[in-house]
């Protein structure tokens, strides 16, 4: 029994999936751990071969074995992606496949908690920031696009944003941040609707398991009273990239939270929450 629910069938564990990215490809950033690997696991699951762009080289070697026991085809890739260099260096190497990405999924982020209270409005922190969580992922996106429109075949953007895109979290950088991706979804969407790629975000709450994949208490969210575990997070990816469930869904920021934002509270002795 985790938190005051017990966990259900649909937690991790069940393999299944209805195929409803079969013959697609997807990329996902920061796919070496949590939110990211559980995108990129699910959505092999449902069909897709799924590329992962991690700076860890070994956590993408780990995550690589784990999705070519699901699907063949998933290939890793090794970069620094708040870099503007090495986000070319990508693309060069995306564009070199016989196959397109027609899924983007822009997850990497920073979340800021090493940053000290006298560092919270220093610029270069911000800048830092703002490589990490929005340029990198605003770069690839563009060149994305741009190679898709020629194409006029389906493709979606995704981006991981996150609440503190609309509430104060007291580590500012992180959250202005996460409001730049919300504008940028929308303005992209506007953009690429043309050329049919749909562009749209999630917002998570506290996302987290243990090393076994259980959620962890979390006394501040409502529902169930713990963490959300990284896999809804990761079919929640899949419901916006799949063109059965989303083919008219573009520019929507998803909050999937378990209710942590609908009220506020102080965090912990600082004022500042997860
Ligand atoms: N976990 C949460 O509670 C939560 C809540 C809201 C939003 N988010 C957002 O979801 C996304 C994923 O969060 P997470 O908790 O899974 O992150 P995480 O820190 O657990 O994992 C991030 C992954 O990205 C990789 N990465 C980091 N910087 C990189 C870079 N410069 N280049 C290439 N790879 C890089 C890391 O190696 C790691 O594998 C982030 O954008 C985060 O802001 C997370």
């Not at 992606?81 to 990508?90: N, V």
Request: net charge positive; with cysteine.
């Amino acid at each position: 029994m985790i938190g005051r629910f017990r966990r259900n069938k649909h937690d991790a564990g069940a393999n299944g999936g209805s195929g409803l990215l079969a013959g697609r490809t997807a990329l996902v950033t920061g796919g070496g751990r949590n939110i990211g690997r559980s995108i990129a696991l699910e959505m092999a699951r449902e069909g897709a071969v799924v590329l992962i762009a991690d700076i860890d080289a070994d956590r993408t070697r780990q995550v690589v074995s784990e999705l070519d026991a699901i699907r063949q085809g998933a290939q890793s890739f090794v970069f620094d992606l708040s870099r503007e260099e090495e986000c070319e260096k990508l693309c060069t190497e995306i564009a070199n496949r016989k196959s397109p990405v027609d899924i983007l999924v822009n997850n990497i982020g920073s979340s800021g908690r090493d940053l000290a209270d006298d560092e919270q409005f220093d610029r270069a922190r911000w800048q830092k920031m703002f490589d990490t969580n929005v340029f990198g992922s605003l770069s690839l996106s563009a060149a994305f696009a741009k190679r898709l429109q020629k194409e006029k075949s389906p493709a979606s953007i995704l981006f991981l944003s996150s609440i503190h895109q609309w509430l104060v979290r007291r580590i500012p950088s992180y959250s202005a941040s996460k409001a730049a991706v919300g504008m940028l979804v929308k303005e992209m969407a506007v953009e690429y609707a043309a050329a049919g790629i749909r562009v749209n975000g999630i917002a998570p709450g506290y996302v987290e398991s243990t090393p076994k994949g259980e959620p962890v208490p979390h006394r501040h969210t409502p529902l169930h009273g713990t963490s959300i575990p990284p896999e809804y997070i990761g079919r929640a990816a899949v419901y916006l990239a799949s063109d059965r469930y989303s083919r008219y869904t573009t520019g929507s920021m998803l909050a999937i939270d378990a209710g942590l934002s609908l009220y506020n509270h102080l965090g912990d002795s600082k004022g500042r929450r997860r």
